[in-house]
């Protein structure tokens, strides 16, 4: 079985530029999960989504990032305007429905550095 | 709120045992998982524990306490290939899952 694709698996901006990163997730996962990881640290949770609705995006910076799954597949995150605190690699991640979120599926990631 | 302690790095030799140690402080608790990630690569599922007592697959096992709110990660006849960082993470009872800050295990030969 295919696995969770994203892309570009690397970006480098300016500060203040935009950027979108792509996720796919396995099929029939209903639950879609974007994390940022800055090195050394575990994965943070920004958005998780259960089909094309929002479950938790507490931890969203809503100022300067968005989100979307339409259709309950493949998801976008945008970030605009970029900061360089936003240098992180920027992880989906799938499940079968939430309850089994204990068990996800990790594409490889995009790694943003912004300058 | 919620937090996930674990050590930040531990060192063991190639063949030994090591145990990686969670302990967790979160507002509802389903249970407990583990990831491993090697550099550059994703974090990939190991085990789950929802219920006390000790999981094993093959030369992994995990173990959780919830009355102790405890958890850890043994890792049997190590190899090098395990030289990773290994994250304990928490679901919530909002199928929330937080993770820890990662433990990096480097093995000695």
């Known amino acids: 079985e295919a696995g969770v694709a994203q892309s570009p698996r690397y970006k480098i901006i300016e500060k203040r530029q935009s950027v979108a990163f792509w996720c796919n997730p396995i099929s029939g996962h209903a639950t879609l999960y974007w994390y940022q990881q800055i090195l050394g640290q575990g994965p943070k949770l920004l958005i998780q989504?259960?089909?094309?609705?929002?479950?938790?995006d507490s931890q969203l910076p809503k100022d300067r990032f968005s989100a979307e799954r339409l259709k309950g597949v493949d998801s976008t995150l945008k970030i605009q305007p970029a900061k360089l605190e936003d240098s992180a690699v920027y992880l989906c991640a799938s499940s079968l429905a939430g309850r089994y979120s204990y068990e996800q599926y990790f594409g490889p990631g995009t790694r943003l550095t912004v300058t | 709120g919620q937090s996930l302690e674990q050590p930040s790095e531990v060192t063991a030799v190639e063949g030994a045992i090591v145990q990686i140690n969670c302990t967790y402080q979160?507002?509802?608790?389903?249970?407990l998982s583990w990831y491993q990630q090697h550099d550059g690569g994703a974090p990939t599922f190991l085990s789950y524990?929802?219920?006390?007592g000790l999981e094993e697959t093959g030369r992994f096992s995990s173990f959780l306490s919830r009355s102790d709110s405890y958890g850890y990660l043994l890792l049997q006849e190590l190899q090098m290939k395990d030289s990773a960082s290994y994250f304990c993470a928490v679901r919530d009872n909002r199928d929330k899952i937080i993770f820890g800050k990662g433990t990096r295990l480097h093995i000695l030969p």
């Open positions: 524990n929802a219920l006390d």
């Open positions: 989504f259960q089909n094309n609705g929002v479950v938790d």
């Open positions: 979160t507002s509802g608790f389903y249970g």
